[in-house]
């Protein structure tokens, strides 16, 4: 009764619970350290997590990256995760809507999302493949009408689409596209990767025609390049497009394609995601310079694994553990880390040189703009 794509939805979400599907190269956030402040001169329950995310407000600055929706049998896991999300003021993206737009009967596994979360911060999303094949306002509109969403994502992964059996590594033309759903779209419009990283020159490029929020989705964690090959292997027996080394060390690191973000687009929104798996690795990404940190796979698998109770235990201690890690800086508000000393070292410091980033001005920039938030001074 199922579509193609909404099958392909369920199987891959079976092969990433179940296989090694992250990465082998590192996010680089190793090579970060925030400066322990041994005399905070602030209290622990004085420290508050709210963050303004793309024209809405989160308690806590973490957002449920978009996985899935576009199967029955998924549409589970979309409210488990947005019941959480609700509870806890946290961003939720749901995964490619396109199965719902194909088969109108699909859309009540990505409506669930809003039934089960009314006051959370919602995210729709399609692929940009489907842009440069026909889908344009109209299809992202329907997309976010779905969910009553807060905000659209248009994901990039071409490395995905170039190693899937039936993949569609189709990008001509899409620039124009997101530009025109960014103007039309009527909520803000996120430019998300799904693993392989987002890159300076892409991000200056969409910012200066008009995108203000990104998730740089790096290399270090879910990677589909591995993903495809996997699902191709399991079927044919070998892969019908080996990808060698490319699947686990093609792509831009997390931290090194936040500092990027931040670099190329100084006033946009950016979620830090890839490979961030604690609230350790959450707020050295904010430390880094983004506003939020994401994560998909450890709440897909806390959530198979553990129920709803699982996801929640995950990420409230993520939470807790930013909050302390805001606190052990010295600060009391989560941009404060923006401003707290960190150190740089090793092989991130040297790619950042090497992409041009002078990695001392980089992190004293950093400090000026978190003075330019009111909730920082
Ligand atoms: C099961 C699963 C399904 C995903 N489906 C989508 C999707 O439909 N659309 C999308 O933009 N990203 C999708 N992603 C990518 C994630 O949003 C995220 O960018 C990526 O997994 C990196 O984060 P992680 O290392 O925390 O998993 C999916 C990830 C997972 C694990």
């Given amino acids: 009764m199922t579509s ?31 400066v322990h402040n041994p005399l905070p001169e602030s209290n622990l329950d004085d420290v508050s997590l709210e963050v303004d995310f793309c024209g809405g407000r ?8 978009g996985m899935t929706g576009g199967h029955p049998d998924v549409a589970w896991i979309n409210r ?7 509870e806890l003021g946290i961003a939720m993206g749901v995964g490619s809507q396109r199965a719902a737009i194909e088969d109108p009967r699909l859309e009540e596994t990505f409506r669930v999302a809003r039934k089960a979360a009314p006051n959370a911060f919602l995210v729709a999303n399609l692929g940009a493949p489907q842009l440069s094949l026909g889908y344009g306002v109209r299809e992202i509109v329907k997309a976010i009408e779905m969910i009553d969403a807060d905000a659209v994502a ?31 779209a009527g909520v803000p419009l996120i430019v998300k990767e799904v693993g392989t990283g987002l890159s ?28 495809e090959v996997l699902r191709s292997k399991s079927k044919h027996g070998s892969p019908l497009k080996p990808a060698g080394p490319l699947a686990d060390y093609w ?11 931040r670099n190329a687009a100084p006033d946009a929104y950016i979620v830090g995601s890839g490979g961030v798996r604690n609230g350790l690795d959450a707020a050295k990404v904010i430390a880094l310079g983004a506003d939020v940190a994401g994560l998909a796979l450890p709440a897909a698998r806390s959530l198979m694994a553990g129920g709803r109770d699982a996801v929640r235990r ?43 980033l002078d990695v001392d001005m980089y992190v004293r920039v950093l400090r000026l703009q978190a003075l330019m938030y009111k909730e920082v001074k």
């Fill in 200 to 227: 300076k020159e892409v991000i200056a490029a969409l910012r200066a025609a008009g995108v203000r929020c990104f998730d740089v989705a790096g290399l270090g964690g879910t990677n589909w390049v591995k993903v």
């Fill in 314 to 356: 995950l990420l409230s201690s993520i939470i807790y553990q930013v909050k302390a890690s805001v606190f052990l800086a010295g600060e009391l508000r989560v941009r404060g880390l923006w401003r707290a000393p960190i150190v740089v070292w090793g092989r991130l410091r040297e790619e950042a040189e090497a992409r041009g």
């Fill in 4 to 34: 193609e794509t909404s099958s392909r939805k369920l199987e891959h979400l079976k092969m990433i619970v179940s296989s090694m599907v992250e990465a082998r190269e590192s996010t680089l956030l190793e090579y970060v350290r925030i």
């Fill in 154 to 184: 248009i994901h990039l992964n071409p490395a995905q689409e170039a190693f899937q059996d039936e993949g569609d590594p189709y990008f001509s033309g899409v620039l124009a596209k997101i530009v025109e759903a960014s103007e039309k």
């Fill in 58 to 65: 989160l308690k806590a600055p973490l957002m449920i990256t």
């Fill in 80 to 86: 488990e995760l947005a019941i959480v999300a609700e």
């Fill in 251 to 261: 792509g831009n690191p997390t931290a090194l394609a936040v500092m990027e973000a």
